[in-house]
């Protein structure tokens, strides 16, 4: 799909040497008393810090892939395909406005090369289009509809571009630089510019259809780029992997780190260093985590009911937000130009349920009370205000504390705590404790405190005390913020999996809740089937099934899952690489160093096959060393025979679009079924230059 974000380690050494990370305020730091406290390390500038309060905004996966039913584009795409039959910008941007998102960025231009505006340095936009008689522009639109809805309104601008004849050569390089002037000068304020970090590849590239690679960390110019963004849109934050105004968090999971420091340093950025951040580090580049309502970015028909739950939307919000990133939540408008019906009430019912616990702060009139003060301004009893903050006394550090007591016992199952990061990030461990027969007890403990930190407890509690106590601090703390709150329940789905043997298992992501399910595409309800222990489904099907907690009468939506054979009676005829039998059995299957893969694997009998499936390897399940070393493949060839001895023409070939940042298996559709009982594949090169390919598992597509 979308944004692929490979070439890290290029990224990371171009942007370090570009000084692409604010270390401080746009204009001079405001006079501060001798009362005040004294900032501690580096600050967040003003762009930044209106940034960290956005805390939820959207992602509008939109162009010609919406209609190609692609992830990625090759470039050489008739424009005349892009022709949303019902466009409305005020009903995608209402829409995300009533799912609480504050901000929306819009993929101008994907890696396709395709323009939602009529820019003048390219023929292949919206121009050439039958929308509105070539007289269209999405992003005006868009923008305008922001505008006029209250939402702040930003960009993404590919700098790979599949389409010009010139990429990789150094005309396109002013392209590139007109475009992004254009999208700069003529849309009002924009509040975040978004540059991938695809760079290079396979393409259309004017009728050449060749591979053009390019030096990611100097093709581009990216001093120039950075000048040209602070000049015209001072305002706007900057994202990218590494070393931006924003950084990557890492995955596509919608997962920060926990803790999730939202200060790095100078050193090359990895996955794992973006998930995490750099406690001490001296640059202020906090996460933003970008994640998909959907399995893919743009809008497919077939991922309809995939759509992520309330229940879901509301765990990602804990484990993104709540760690102090921001969550950039992509809810890609559909071939109509709306957002989807499902997408649109998940998005709500998340929203709506949020609100209704936010309305109302437990802690208010509660008497606060602190093991110091700095001076009367910065009293305790600003945390109910979330005005000025409390500070404590230089020298109370580890240890300081501040209590609420409260005028009656409350219930809660939700704490919300902040920092005033205007002040430097100042506590490095704490813990959340309640009063409770007698004595203090723990609720939870953190690394990381930070701009803003959410705790959802399992179960809900009840006192009349609640202390906030630091265990280690770097410097006396600044708390901005000490709120408590009731969520309602909010049943999350089950999770439905099934092992290369072909046995189901359901799984309760919410404590205490019992599981049924259907396996004939009927609607489970607490009459149906429940789940008691695995049970065998080798030839696959539609698992459907829902969550119950029967106390409260609260239940989950329904979630399905649909599987096709399992490859229990495969076996792999050959495969150029280690452990071949992982590709069916479970398990890493990695190639040789610097060699394509081949593959052929014996399904056991004649199927009808439609396509294939594959599951990427990713980072966590190898050794650092071949993590490294290893991507999943790049691109494919696929050939289908009844007999293993005789292959005709490929059954399909492509790429495997933004699969090196994609856990999820890959699945590709031939363009009409082949019968065979063998599937042959070819993967000749691994993502992001890697010398060896990596396979999390092979599936067949029959159904």
């Known amino acids: 799909m979308k944004l692929s974000r490979r070439n890290l380690v290029r990224w990371a050494a171009t942007s370090a040497c570009l000084g692409l990370v604010s270390r401080g305020p746009l204009a001079s730091p405001p006079q501060r008393s001798a009362v005040e406290p004294k900032p501690y390390g580096p600050l967040p500038s003003a762009r930044q810090r209106a940034w960290h309060e956005l805390e939820t905004y959207g992602f509008l996966h939109f162009t010609v892939n919406t209609f190609t039913d692609r992830e990625w584009g090759l470039g050489d795409e008739d424009p005349a395909i892009f022709n949303p039959t019902d466009f409305s910008a005020d009903q995608i941007v209402t829409s995300c406005q009533a799912g609480g998102l504050k901000q929306l960025i819009l ?12 820019s003048h340095y ?15 522009d999405i992003v005006g639109e868009i923008a305008a509809a922001c505008a006029r809805h209250g939402l702040k309104f930003g960009v993404y601008v590919s700098p790979w571009d599949r389409n010009n004849s010139e ?8 392209v590139y630089h007109g475009q992004l002037r254009e999208l700069l000068t ?84 990895t ?58 939540l992509n809810v890609p408008p559909d071939r109509r130009g709306r957002i989807f019906e499902a997408d649109a009430l ?90 409770q027969d007698g004595r203090w007890r723990t609720l939870a403990r953190h690394s990381c405190l930070g701009p803003r930190r959410l705790i959802r407890l399992d179960t809900p509690v009840t006192t009349r005390k609640v202390r906030l106590r630091i265990i280690q601090a770097a410097a006396s703390p600044v708390l901005s913020e000490f709120g408590l709150y009731l969520l309602p329940y909010l049943v999350e789905e089950p999770w439905i999996e099934r092992d290369p043997g072909g046995t189901v298992t359901l799984r309760a992501r919410t404590p205490g809740t019992a599981i049924f399910y259907t396996l004939d595409g009927s609607q489970p309800d607490t009459t149906s089937s429940r789940f008691t222990a695995p049970f065998a489904f ?19 939506v329904i979630v399905s899952r649909e599987f096709d054979v399992a490859p229990k009676d495969w ?59 290893a991507g999943p493949p790049a691109r494919y060839t696929a050939w289908v025979s009844t007999d293993g001895q005789t292959w005709n023409a490929p059954a399909g070939s492509g790429e495997f679009a933004n699969i090196a940042a994609n856990r999820s298996a890959q699945a590709i559709r031939f363009d009409v079924p082949h019968a065979g009982r063998y599937l042959r594949l070819f993967l000749p090169n691994a993502t992001q230059d890697k010398p060896i390919i990596g396979i999390g598992g092979i599936g067949i597509l029959t159904r």
């Open 271 to 328: 996955p794992e260093r973006g998930n995490s951040g750099v406690r001490g580090g001296a640059l202020w580049n906090p996460a933003e985590v970008d994640v998909s309502i959907r399995p893919g970015w743009f809008w497919h028909r077939d991922e309809n009911e995939q759509v992520r739950s309330p229940a879901g939307l509301m765990r990602l919000y804990f484990e993104s937000a709540g760690r102090g990133a921001n969550l950039l």
């Open 538 to 556: 080798p030839g696959g099907g539609t698992v459907r099934a829902l969550a119950v907690i029967t106390a409260v009468g609260a239940h989950s």
């Open 167 to 174: 990429y990789g050569r150094p005309d396109y390089v002013r």
């Open 346 to 435: 998940a998005l709500k019912t998340f929203r709506d349920v949020l609100d209704q616990a936010m309305s109302r702060d437990l802690a208010q009139g509660a008497r606060v009370r602190a093991s110091s003060v700095l001076s009367p301004t910065f009293a305790a009893a600003n945390v109910l205000t979330r005005g000025q903050p409390w500070a404590a006394v230089e020298s109370d550090r580890s240890g300081a504390w501040l209590t609420l007591l409260l005028p009656e016992a409350v219930t809660f199952n939700m704490v919300r705590l902040r920092e005033a990061v205007d002040y430097g990030l100042r506590i490095d461990e704490f813990a959340v404790e309640v009063w």
């Open 122 to 136: 390219t023929g292949h936009t919206i121009a050439r289009s039958p929308y509105k008689d070539g007289q269209g």
């Open 107 to 118: 993929t101008a231009k994907h890696h396709d090369g395709f323009c939602l505006w009529p």
């Open 571 to 629: 076996r792999v005829i050959s495969a150029t690489g280690d452990k071949p039998d992982n590709l069916i059995r479970g398990g890493v299957f990695l190639g040789r160093a610097n060699t394509p893969v081949n593959l052929v694997i014996d399904l056991g009998q004649v199927y009808p096959l439609k396509g294939f499936t594959l599951v990427p390897v990713f980072d966590h399940t190898l050794s650092s060393m071949t993590a490294a070393a």
């Open 186 to 269: 003529q849309y009002g304020q924009l509040h975040e510019v978004w540059f991938d970090g695809a760079n290079g590849g396979d393409g259309y590239y004017g009728g050449a259809r060749e591979m053009r690679k390019i030096d990611a960390t100097t093709y581009y110019q990216w001093d120039v780029i950075r000048a040209m963004v602070r000049e015209l849109q001072p305002d706007a934050v900057m994202f990218a992997d590494a070393h931006m105004d924003v950084r990557w968090v890492g995955n596509e999971d919608g997962i920060a780190g926990d803790p999730c420091w939202p200060t790095m340093d100078n050193q090359p950025y």
